[in-house]
């Protein structure tokens, strides 16, 4: 970001960049988790629920590269350590059920996940709220990204719901 661009956001920009590298760590496990579990599934629901988590697993992408350019608008840098990625992470894993047949137990570990990303970008989004005047361009990034986890959080379910049933 430019001088005058940086210079306009009132809010610590460090702790700011600390809360920001955190979700940027929390997208990419999540792409990676829900990549992971498209392949690993089995039966006869599972191209549904395959494609809903391919669909899913590239808006994580979408956060994971927004984050991105937010933190280099911020004068910070991503997080370029893996190891450090998971270390700085609000979420840190996604448990799968070891049977591939079991949609139910993947479904309930996904929807769990989205449940943790909706913690942090809600707790995030009231701590840029309280100086929206002072960093607009973070608030509406953090806003836009906690309603997509909503959305996720909402399709895991109901896939969850109709296994049910
Ligand atoms: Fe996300
Ligand atoms: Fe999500």
Redesign the pocket.
Same mark, same amino acid.
């Given at each position: 970001m430019g001088k005058k661009g940086r210079e306009i956001v009132g809010v610590d920009i460090k702790e700011l960049l600390k809360d920001l590298n955190s979700a940027y760590a929390d997208e990419w496990i999540?792409f990676f988790y829900y990549n992971w579990a498209a392949d690993f599934i089995e039966g006869p629901d599972y191209p549904t629920v395959a494609s809903e988590l391919d669909r899913?697993a590239k808006? %994580?992408f979408e956060?994971m590269s927004e984050l991105a350019d937010r933190i280099f608008e911020l004068g910070g840098e991503p997080e370029r350590d893996l190891e450090d990625l998971q270390k700085i992470a609000n979420c840190k894993k996604v448990v799968f059920p070891k049977n591939e047949r079991d949609l139910e137990g993947v479904l309930n570990a996904v929807a769990e996940? %989205?449940g943790c990303?909706i913690d942090v970008y809600n707790k995030l989004l009231k701590k840029v709220a309280a100086c929206y005047d002072k960093d607009v361009r973070t608030f509406h990034l953090i806003e836009h990204i906690l309603s997509?986890?909503i959305q996720?959080?909402e399709a895991f379910e109901n896939l969850l719901e109709k296994k049910r049933k």
């Open positions: 999540a899913i808006d %994580e956060h996940a %989205e990303a997509e986890e996720h959080e």
